[in-house]
C-alpha cells in the first residue's frame, strides 16, 4: 500500500508525499533496494538532489547491477558538479548492459561536458557500433572530435549528419565552427551563412560570424557583425575585445586604445588588454600594468590564458626597462607554468610529419604541366615566424598589381585533403592538391590584381608540394640571424595551434635547426624556384634588396612599394605596429 501510494504522489509531482511514504518503508526494511530507489525519486522531484543521490547509493549498495539508480546517481552527480563520480556510476551501468546505446550514449554525453575528449570519441564510436540508427550519437561525435581539435574528422561527421538533418542547428553551428578552424573558408562561409539565418538575433550567432570575417580579414564585415552582437549584449568584454583587435589589424590605434582602456575600467585585471595596451601606455600606467600582471602571474588560480597574458605583458614591461635578465626570468617561469599545466607540445609529431615528407621527396617529384588559371598567381612567403614575412608582404601588396592574402591556411588543408603524402606525391593528388588550393583561393576578392601573397610562414615544411603541384607559384624564403628569430619567437605570444614549441626554449632552439635543415634539403631539390631574402639586408638597404626581390619576382618595379606605412591593409600579426612604419636602416633589432 506504502509503495502504490508513493508511485502515485511521484505522478502527482508530490515530492513531499512519496519521501513520506517511500520513507517509511526504507525505515521497515533497510535492505528494500526499490524502496531506496523510488524514495531517491521522490528526493529528485522535491530537488533535494544531495540527499536522492544517496539514496540512489544505497539502493546500488544493495544491489549493484541496478541499473537505474546507476544511471538516476549518475544524471544527478553531473548536474551537482561531481563529474567523476558521474562518470563512474554511469561506466558501471555500461559494464552492466554492454548492449544498451543509450548508455553508452550517457557516458559520451558525460565525458564531452567534462572535457575527457579522447574517451568521448571512443566512447562515441562505441555508441554508433552498437546502434547506427542512433543520430544524436553522430553530431555528440562531431563535437567530441572538435574538442580534440581534430577538425577535418569533425568537418566529415557533422557534414555526414547535416545530410539527413539538414536544419539540426547545434550541428550547423559545429560545422561552422570546424569548417573555419580547419580553414575552409568556402565552407565556412556558407554554414556561418546557414547559422544566421536562422538565428539572426542572436549575439552568438553574429559574434562567430564577425569573428570568421576578422581571421580572412574582412574587416568592414568584421566590424559590422561584432556591433550587431554588442548590440545584443552591450556588457560583452569577449565582442569589445574583438573590436579592439579589428581596429588593431586595421591600423586605427586610437580606437583601438579607448576600447582597451573600455575593457580595463570594467574589469581591471583583463590580462589580455592590458598587454596590448602596453605599447601606448606611458610610465605611470605601465608601472599600474606591471603590477597587476605581476599579480595575475603568480595567481595559480588564475586561468592558463590569463596567466600567459600576464607573463608576457610584465616581460615585455621589462624589455622596456631595459631589465633583460628579468625578461628570460619571466619567460622561463611562463615554459614552467605551461609545462606544469599540460600545454605547450614538443615537436615530435612535426618530425615524423617532416621525416615522411623527405621521404616522399628524396627525388624531386615531376611538376604538373604548366596550366593557365583564371584566378591570381600565389606568392607563397615564407620562413620562421618572425624572420620579416610580414614586413616581406607588406612591401610586395603595396604594388599595385600584388594583392596581400595574408596567412592562408589553404596550402596545409590542400595537402591534407588530397592526401598527396600518403599517395607518395602521385599526379593525381598533386592535381587534387592544386585543385583544392585554387578552389579555396577563389574565396578572395583580389580585383584585377595578376597576384596574390600567401603568407603562412610554416609552409616552408611544403615547398615541394608547391613546387610539383602549383609549379607557376613563386617561392619567397626570408632569413634572418637565428638569434634574432628564436628570441623573438620566445617573447611572442603566438597562441596559434602548431607554435607551441615557442614556450620553451629549447623547442624553440629545435625547431629553428629542423628548420633550417629542411629549408637545405629543399634547396637541394629546387634552388632555383626558392628565392631568398635576408631580413637584415631588406633593413640596411632596402632600395637594393627589394629592386632584387622584384626582379627576381619577374613583377616591374614601382617606386612606392618601399612606403609600407602607406599600405593600410590588414594585419593580424605580432608585428602589427612595427610594419605600420617604413622600413629605416638599423631597424633589425
Known sequence: VLTDLGACCIKLNDGAGAVRYFGEIVVQSQEDVEAHYKLGLALEVQ????????????????????????????VLCRQLGYNDHAIQAQSKAVDLNPDDADLWMRLGELYLVTGATREAVNVLKRTIETNPELDRAYCALGFAHLGEEQYERAVDVFQSYLEDHPEDFEAIKGLATASRKVGDFKLARKIFRKWLDLDSESFEANFNFGEFYYEIEKLGEARNYTCAALEKEPRSLQAKMQLALIEKSAGNFDIFQTYLRDIIET?????????????????EELDTIYDRLKALSEDGSASLNRR????????????????????VGFLDRLSEVVRD???????????????????????????????????????FILGMPRSGTTMTEQILSNHSNVHGGGELPFLKLSVRRSDALNSEASAESLMALREEYFNQLSEIDVGSCRYITDKMPMNFTYIGFIAAAIPEAKIVHLSRSAE?????????????????????????????????ELMDFWKTLYKEKVIDLCYERVTEDPASAVKSLFESLDIPWEENVLK??????????????????DIYKGSSE
Not at 600567459?308 to 625578461?327: C, M, N, P, T
Not at 621525416?355 to 598567381?377: A, C, D
Not at 609600407?564 to 612604419?581: D, E, G, L
Open 47 to 74: 530537488q533535494n538532489l544531495e540527499a536522492a543521490v544517496g539514496c540512489f547509493a544505497n539502493a546500488v549498495t544493495h544491489n549493484p547491477k541496478h541499473i537505474g539508480a546507476l544511471v538516476r546517481m549518475s
Open 267 to 283: 574589469d581591471p585585471f583583463h590580462a589580455s588588454a592590458m598587454r596590448f595596451l602596453i605599447d601606448f601606455a606611458d610610465d
Open 308 to 327: 600567459k597574458d600576464a607573463f608576457y605583458g610584465i616581460s615585455k614591461i621589462s624589455e622596456k626597462r631595459g631589465a633583460l635578465q628579468d625578461v
Open 341 to 379: 599545466e599540460g600545454g605547450g607540445v614538443t615537436i615530435e609529431k612535426r618530425r615524423k610529419e617532416v621525416s615522411e615528407i623527405k621521404r616522399v621527396f628524396s627525388q624531386p617529384r615531376p611538376p604538373l604541366p604548366m596550366q593557365s588559371t583564371s584566378g591570381p598567381v600565389p606568392i
Open 484 to 516: 634574432a628569430v628564436c628570441w623573438s619567437n620566445l617573447k611572442a605570444p603566438f597562441g596559434a595551434k602548431g607554435l607551441e614549441y615557442s614556450y620553451h626554449q629549447e623547442e624553440v632552439a629545435r625547431q629553428y635547426r629542423d628548420y633550417a
Open 564 to 581: 609600407i606605412s602607406q599600405n593600410k591593409r590588414s594585419i593580424r600579426t605580432a608585428s602589427y605596429k612595427q610594419v605600420r612604419q
